[in-house]
């Protein structure tokens, strides 16, 4: 059977990689089980010391599209909110493992895609990469923690620009609205990330993961709250009649 997630190991590096490219790594039901098993995988490992440092990709032309919403579409509210909270156990269980993240990121990240690389703790993009949260405009918002994690690192304004507009924007500007560490041309990308990640995977592990427990854990408290609201605010939209329509209006055009 293929595998829509796979994980390959190279010494202390732990590549995370999303398989799916025909449907450009679109978030369904089965993939979010297959990558919640790896990342349990890697969790272990990383807890055993044979792993220092986790990637995450996607094969092929993008990162990750979003949520499958060709799936979706037939879905009912209960199905559709499940499925929130699945791809959101996903990047919870992203921000939970026991060593450093690396997004690496090229072609397209939208929705619960970025969701996932807002997650890992450091994000590296190609220049040309389309980023973007358009969920606003099927009526709903990103309930995989999205919001939460977005205000954190480019502060209320910008993320309130991105996420009620639903704009798309390159990899070289997300740089700039400190979205992601740094960008550079797609054909450098995968070279340069691995780069990174060998550094960090040089350092002592136990420092290394006690600043990353000292970073994480500023205002966890009021970033928890802000979770547990954001997922009863999604559940109550995918009751929505007009979102469902939409939803399944899109899927319809692909």
Known sequence: MMRLVKVENAGFIARIILDRPAAHNALSLKMCQEMLAALEDVSQSAASG???IATLEGRGASFCARADLKERAGMTPDEMSAHSRLIARCADKVAELPCPTLAV???SALGGGLELALACDLRVVAEDTVLGFPEITFGFFPGAGGPVRLVRLVGHAIATDLLMTGRQFSGAEAVALRLAHTAMPAAELPANAM???ERIALFPPR?????RALLRDLDKAQVEHAMRLARQLRDELNEDVMVAERVR???GRK
């Open 195 to 197: 780069k990174i990640a």
């Open 105 to 107: 990121i090229e072609g």
């Open 249 to 251: 209006g899109f899927a």
């Open 50 to 52: 044979s792993v220092r």
């Open 207 to 211: 420092g290394v993961n006690a600043l």
